[in-house]
């Protein structure tokens, strides 16, 4: 996502990065109990990660993580004034991008007066890269992979896919098979 | 939701939250709602409208774990 701020920057967007609670804390990065252990874990996250993009920190009850919507990882794109344009419950760099251009479309239309806005919806896609997510487990913490595992063998949250047509059942993929659906 | 609450000290998903943040948060073509947040680096308060005030704002929230 660095990159993709990079690459939009000198089209005037602008990318940050607002810090939430720990999605999965762990005996090295642990759940916070105030705002140092906030900044603290922040900190090492721009380190670790080499983000360029301002970090912002939210309070210490996530009151704007969870006037989003509280997710762990969500991108949202807001246009002049507060305009919600583009919200998405995972991160893809190349969804925002693809978003963005429709976006920079918009605004330099826009001033023609030729353009009118609507509402649609539409599903997205990301490459899986789980052992990148199942490193940061093992840095958060033994904790972190228990928790994880535990979840994973829980039948709500069941990976395997619905049906051929629909790939893996991840958490934010709603399809539900007629037979699920309870409909015959 | 106190403090204690939302930052959880054991994950356990949720079920119904990717549902809730499709139904119930805020949707395109909405106007997004603004709080006051913290810069990591000069401890400064950023007003979440003042980032969208000139031009288009990418947010990404997350965290480190």
């Given at each position: 996502?660095?990159?993709?701020?990079?690459?939009?920057?000198?089209?005037?967007?602008?990318?940050?990065?607002?810090y939430?609670?720990?999605?999965?804390?762990?005996?090295?990065?642990?759940?916070?109990?105030?705002?140092?252990?906030?900044r603290?874990?922040a900190h090492?996250?721009r380190?670790?990660?080499?983000?360029?993009?301002q970090i912002l920190l939210?309070?210490?009850?996530?009151?704007?993580?969870?006037?989003?919507?509280?997710?762990?990882?969500?991108?949202?794109?807001?246009?002049?004034?507060?305009?919600?344009?583009?919200?998405?419950?995972?991160?893809?760099?190349?969804?925002?991008?693809?978003?963005?251009?429709?976006?920079?479309?918009?605004?330099?239309?826009?001033?023609?007066?030729?353009?009118?806005?609507?509402?649609?919806?539409?599903?997205?896609?990301?490459?899986?890269?789980?052992?990148?997510?199942?490193?940061?487990?093992?840095?958060?913490?033994?904790?972190?992979?228990?928790?994880?595992?535990?979840?994973?063998?829980?039948?709500?949250?069941?990976?395997?896919?619905?049906?051929?047509?629909?790939?893996?059942?991840?958490?934010?993929?709603?399809?539900?098979?007629?037979?699920?659906?309870?409909?015959? | 939701?106190?403090?204690?609450?939302?930052?959880?000290?054991?994950?356990?998903?949720?079920?119904?939250?990717?549902?809730?943040?499709?139904?119930?948060?805020?949707?395109?073509?909405?106007?997004?709602?603004?709080?006051?947040?913290e810069d990591l680096a000069?401890?400064?308060?950023?007003?979440?409208?003042?980032?969208?005030?000139?031009?288009?704002?990418?947010?990404?929230?997350?965290?480190?774990?």
């Amino acid at each position: 996502m660095d990159r993709l701020a990079d690459q939009f920057a000198n089209r005037a967007v602008r990318s940050v990065f607002i810090y939430t609670r720990e999605a999965h804390p762990g005996e090295n990065y642990r759940h916070h109990q105030s705002m140092d252990d906030k900044r603290r874990n922040a900190h090492a996250f721009r380190e670790h990660s080499n983000v360029r993009r301002q970090i912002l920190l939210d309070d210490l009850d996530g009151a704007a993580h969870r006037a989003f919507g509280q997710l762990p990882n969500m991108t949202w794109i807001m246009g002049r004034g507060g305009l919600i344009h583009y919200k998405s419950s995972w991160t893809s760099a190349a969804d925002v991008a693809n978003a963005l251009e429709g976006v920079l479309d918009f605004q330099a239309n826009r001033a023609k007066n030729q353009w009118a806005l609507f509402y649609s919806e539409r599903s997205a896609w990301s490459a899986r890269n789980k052992d990148r997510f199942d490193e940061g487990l093992v840095r958060a913490g033994p904790q972190a992979v228990a928790d994880y595992e535990r979840m994973l063998k829980s039948a709500v949250f069941s990976r395997s896919a619905p049906s051929p047509e629909i790939g893996p059942r991840v958490p934010g993929n709603f399809y539900k098979t007629e037979e699920e659906s309870g409909k015959k | 939701m106190i403090k204690e609450q939302y930052n959880y000290s054991e994950f356990v998903a949720t079920p119904n939250e990717f549902l809730e943040f499709a139904e119930h948060a805020p949707r395109a073509t909405m106007r997004a709602p603004s709080f006051p947040l913290e810069d990591l680096a000069t401890g400064g308060t950023v007003e979440m409208k003042d980032l969208w005030k000139t031009g288009i704002t990418v947010i990404e929230f997350g965290s480190f774990t």
